[in-house]
């Protein structure tokens, strides 16, 4: 029996139809190819290769198997050879390139090198796999998890950018931009992310779609209307770039917050709306024109598949996509279906650890053993301790604060995990032998504390907002928590770490993205998909592409504000310090996007700057913070743009309305932000550690603590106290040059003295590159001061269990439904958050019983006495005021 594609192709659209009745003629399929027959095994033999079921209801195959197959039978044995070569070694230090696949990739290239033509005689079934990955490699992806969320052709006919999608865009960009800046100064912070605003946009545009009646106007041969018709995956997916865009809050917040609260800096004249506004939009805009960079590094390669924008589109599928009745390892739920069971059991569970059983939230269980026993807190204790406690929490909120189980790749939460745990241990060495004094204050504290184990109090060696030394003298110098020794140190490294192992590791990637930006200079007119053969590129050739001088434009534009803000306002920051972190952005900014495409993990410039601003203006800290935000800011805002630009990529979305849909929704989300900003400001208490709503802002206090060692005191004085972390930065080019001679250099090598061996040399070497060493560093960066492993421990689990076991076992199940789950969960626990805050939290209405109090009793809340007390004589710690 042989089947018709294009027949199969109207099949497809009916079940369609039959999910949203409409006119037949918006639905028309963009498959434009001749007529196609496939034999009925080849489809199956597809089907079950891609983890493919076919209906429950007729036995059909969805499109994309359809497609995949057609694209099988005219693939040839030569062609697929050709291809998959050149795909292998493409792929070969590429650790998300699942290694069952290489292997089996590599025993056919084996079969197929010495005579194709004898090999065919031989196997027909090595013949169709080859000619299989051949297919997956030039139609579609190699990485199963983007094969579970885009489609190997592009829906051409249907609705794209329509005025729903900037009015619901920008309604919930404002909402979400509202709710996160609220909440990121709690501990753990909530968020209304990109999931949440993706189910809430749904019926939004469903509402539209049906409650509108068709009326427009022809112009220039378009038509508009008031109902352009079906609310399609498109315009949900460009809506909710909007939010993407937006989703996180301005940096700047901290800047604004540490300025203008009594308990920081107290500088009134920071909560001007004016100047928040301007300080936000050169922050955010800048870092756009350098996504243009980016796109060649980023975006257009294979290998940067962003990890992190992948249940985006999984949400999107579930949503939108045809529901099939099929049946996968058993389960038979649609997509949509167990999006909304996981969302109702999640919205419903977060109320039982977030309000009614706190104990569950924050399961210090191990204090209650001995609630005043120091050192149990000190290593157990979740909230002043450093969690080494095995069942931390049962909240997903808290488990997954700092790390995603199932959108981060298994090696990345393993690995971040393990540098975590080291940092841990190396903490406790440092506090328990009182080395630099750590063994007088709070282990792991994100706090600067004085000679005496107090709080440092800033104001006390300020006269003019500059740093006076003869107060300083009479005062104190400020000291670190060994918890936040161990995270500057390691923070220290990780620059000439990441940019020595990332370019010599990736040095072809770097090397194509400068010789392709320098040719797009050259040849202004030549398309920015020259040269590119993956099906996505092609696929997007035929929209207009957005010029690079757009993005080089906006940037200097936002320059030219941002000389602006240090001219008008009292920012005590030179302009050449705007042009310094432009170029200390330039450098690092490739090699850490590169990183962050690969591994979901994020580097940033913030200790970089401060420390060579510190050196270079010392003593002035409002100088300090500003370069600190462009840079962080800069970076961050161009990789998140980049990343938009990725998921346009997978869903063939027009570049050009991305670029402006950018624009508008950074813009919406700075405004609200800055709104929401002047509303906290009057709240009392406000990032004091007693504050009942949590409102603690521990990344507010990590910034103004940074602030007054590198800006206010001066790298000068820290170094001369912790003199281990100026060598932190050889440390880590050493490391660098170490792990690529190792996991690189060394093997190649071996296999020239063992070629008898280079097999298993081989097998050995991908199994060590699982492990980067980035990772391992930045687990101890992010893993401590304030936070500590009960941040981690749930989510080390959770991805055990579905990244290790569920996806190692049951890969079709997972492609299904596990993205749609981690969305799932997170969206319910957003808007049960919400509705807890302002129902029984703001106005309190607390439960008072053992299982809310429990958490609090003892010296893991109240605070845990110093392992050393302060010596009576002569009254403080450290060395004397002639030695600061």
């Given at each position: 029996m042989k089947i018709n594609v294009i027949e199969a192709a109207k099949h497809a659209k009916e079940l369609w139809l039959k999910k949203d009745p409409r006119d037949e003629d918006e639905l028309q399929s963009d498959v434009q190819v001749e007529v196609v027959e496939v034999e009925e095994h080849l489809l199956e033999w597809m089907g079950a290769k891609l983890g493919i079921p076919p209906s429950d209801m007729d036995g059909g195959y969805p499109r994309e198997v359809h497609f995949m197959a057609e694209k099988l039978a005219e693939m040839s044995l030569e062609k697929a050879l050709e291809l998959v070569k050149t795909n292998y070694d493409y792929h070969d230090h590429d650790n998300n390139f699942r290694h069952e696949y290489r292997m089996e990739i590599?025993?056919?290239?084996d079969i197929f090198k010495d005579s194709p033509v004898e090999s065919e005689k031989e196997d027909p079934e090595n013949i169709l796999l080859i000619r299989y990955w051949a297919t997956i490699f030039d139609w579609w992806s190699p990485y199963p998890e983007v094969r579970s969320v885009t489609d190997p052709f592009d829906e051409t006919d249907t609705t794209v950018e329509t005025w729903r999608v900037w009015v619901l865009g920008t309604i919930w960009v404002a909402i979400s931009a509202f709710v996160n800046q609220f909440f990121s100064v709690r501990l753990p912070a909530i968020t209304l992310d990109a999931s949440v605003c993706q189910l809430l946009l749904y019926p939004c545009g469903r509402l539209l779609q049906y409650a509108l009646p068709d009326w427009g106007f022809r112009f220039r041969g378009k038509r508009y209307t008031l109902n352009p018709g079906i609310w399609s995956q498109k315009e949900?997916?460009?809506?909710?770039?909007?939010?993407?865009?937006?989703?996180?809050?301005?940096?700047?917040?901290?800047?604004?917050?540490?300025?203008?609260?009594?308990?920081?800096?107290?500088?009134?004249?920071?909560?001007?709306?004016?100047?928040?506004?301007?300080?936000?939009?050169?922050?955010?805009?800048?870092?756009?024109?350098?996504?243009?960079?980016?796109?060649?590094?980023?975006?257009?390669?294979?290998?940067?598949?962003?990890p992190s924008l992948l249940p985006t589109l999984a949400v999107n599928k579930a949503l939108l996509a045809p529901n099939r009745k099929e049946s996968i390892n058993g389960w038979k739920i649609s997509r949509y279906n167990f999006f909304m069971v996981i969302f109702a059991v999640s919205f419903l569970y977060f109320w039982v650890p977030n309000y009614l059983m706190n104990f569950m939230q924050t399961f210090n269980w191990m204090t209650w053993i001995s609630p005043r026993n120091a050192d149990l807190a000190i290593v157990t204790g979740?909230?002043?301790?450093?969690?080494?406690?095995?069942?931390?929490?049962?909240?997903?909120?808290?488990?997954?604060?700092?790390?995603?189980?199932?959108?981060?790749?298994?090696?990345?939460?393993?690995?971040?995990?393990?540098?975590?745990?080291?940092?841990?241990?190396?903490?406790?060495?440092?506090?328990?032998?009182?080395?630099?004094?750590?063994?007088?204050?709070?282990?792991?504290?994100?706090?600067?504390?004085?000679?005496?184990?107090?709080?440092?109090?800033?104001?006390?060696?300020?006269?003019?907002?500059?740093?006076?030394?003869?107060?300083?003298l009479a005062y104190s110098t400020p000291y670190y928590s060994a918890g936040n020794l161990v995270a500057y140190s390691a923070n220290f490294s990780i620059f000439t770490f990441s940019f020595v192992y990332t370019i010599l590791t990736d040095w072809r990637a770097m090397k194509d993205a400068i010789v392709d930006t320098a040719k797009a200079v050259r040849y202004i007119h030549r398309s920015n998909y020259?040269?590119?053969?993956?099906?996505?590129?092609?696929?997007?050739?035929?929209?207009?592409?957005?010029?690079?001088?757009?993005?080089?434009?906006?940037?200097?534009?936002?320059?030219?504000?941002?000389?602006?803000?240090?001219?008008?306002?009292?920012?005590?920051?030179?302009?050449?310090?705007?042009?310094?972190?432009?170029?200390?952005?330039?450098?690092?900014?490739?090699?850490?996007?590169?990183?962050?495409?690969?591994?979901?993990?994020?580097l940033t410039l913030n200790v970089l700057s401060e420390l060579m601003i510190g050196y270079a203006l010392p003593g002035r800290f409002m100088a300090l913070n500003l370069v600190k935000a462009l840079s962080v800011q800069i970076a961050q805002q161009a990789q998140a743009y980049t990343k938009d630009q990725k998921l346009t990529h997978y869903a063939h979305l027009p570049p050009r309305t991305i670029f402006w849909l950018q624009l508008w929704a950074t813009l919406v989300n700075g405004v609200v932000a800055m709104g929401v900003i002047q509303f906290q400001l009057g709240q009392e208490k406000l990032c004091e550690p007693d504050n009942k709503m949590k409102?603690?802002?521990?990344?507010?206090?990590?910034?103004?603590?940074?602030?007054?060692?590198?800006?206010?005191?001066?790298?000068?004085?820290?170094?001369?106290?912790?003199?281990?972390?100026?060598?932190?930065?050889?440390?880590?080019?050493?490391?660098?040059?170490?792990?690529?001679?190792?996991?690189?250099?060394?093997?190649k090598l071996m296999v020239r003295w063992f070629p008898k061996h280079a097999d298993r040399i081989d097998f050995y070497r991908r199994k060590f590159l699982y492990f980067n060493p980035l990772i391992f560093v930045m687990g101890i960066v992010d893993g401590w001061s304030?936070?500590?492993?009960?941040?981690?421990?749930?989510?080390?689990?959770?991805?055990?269990?579905?990244?290790?076991?569920?996806k190692g076992r049951y890969l079709a199940?997972?492609?299904?439904?596990?993205?749609?789950?981690?969305?799932?969960?997170?969206?319910?626990?957003?808007?049960?958050?919400?509705i807890i805050f302002f129902s029984v939290q703001y106005n309190p209405k607390d439960l008072d019983w053992w299982g809310n109090s429990v958490v609090n009793a003892g010296y893991d809340s109240e605070g845990i006495p110093p392992n050393v007390q302060v010596p009576e004589d002569p009254g403080y710690f450290g060395p004397p005021p002639s030695e600061w």
């Open positions: 590599k025993g056919l290239l949900q997916l460009l809506a909710t770039v909007m939010v993407t865009c937006a989703n996180g809050t301005p940096y700047i917040t901290s800047n604004v917050i540490t300025q203008a609260l009594p308990i920081f800096y107290n500088q009134k004249w920071a909560s001007d709306y004016g100047y928040q506004f301007v300080f936000m939009l050169t922050t955010q805009m800048i870092g756009f024109g350098m996504s243009g960079l980016l796109k060649r590094v980023a975006v257009y390669p294979v290998k940067a598949m962003w979740s909230i002043e301790g450093l969690g080494f406690n095995p069942i931390p929490t049962f909240d997903w909120n808290q488990a997954t604060a700092l790390l995603a189980p199932i959108t981060l790749p298994l090696y990345t939460s393993v690995t971040g995990f393990c540098g975590a745990l080291f940092g841990g241990l190396v903490i406790l060495a440092l506090y328990y032998s009182n080395n630099s004094w750590t063994g007088y204050i709070s282990i792991n504290s994100n706090r600067l504390f004085d000679n005496k184990g107090e709080v440092f109090n800033v104001t006390r060696i300020l006269t003019d907002y500059r740093f006076d030394r003869d107060k300083y020259y040269g590119k053969v993956d099906p996505y590129s092609r696929y997007m050739r035929k929209h207009k592409e957005v010029p690079d001088w757009w993005f080089y434009l906006v940037m200097i534009i936002m320059f030219v504000l941002s000389v602006v803000l240090v001219e008008v306002w009292p920012v005590d920051t030179p302009v050449w310090c705007i042009v310094f972190v432009i170029g200390l952005v330039a450098v690092f900014i490739i090699p850490f996007t590169v990183f962050l495409s690969y591994t979901a993990t994020e409102f603690t802002c521990p990344e507010q206090t990590t910034f103004f603590t940074a602030s007054v060692a590198w800006g206010v005191i001066g790298p000068k004085k820290m170094f001369n106290k912790y003199p281990v972390m100026k060598w932190m930065f050889l440390f880590g080019a050493c490391a660098g040059l170490f792990f690529f001679f190792v996991q690189v250099t060394m093997p304030p936070y500590n492993l009960t941040y981690k421990v749930g989510g080390l689990y959770l991805a055990l269990v579905f990244n290790g076991y569920i199940w997972w492609r299904k439904y596990a993205y749609v789950m981690e969305a799932a969960i997170v969206t319910g626990i957003a808007l049960s958050a919400i």
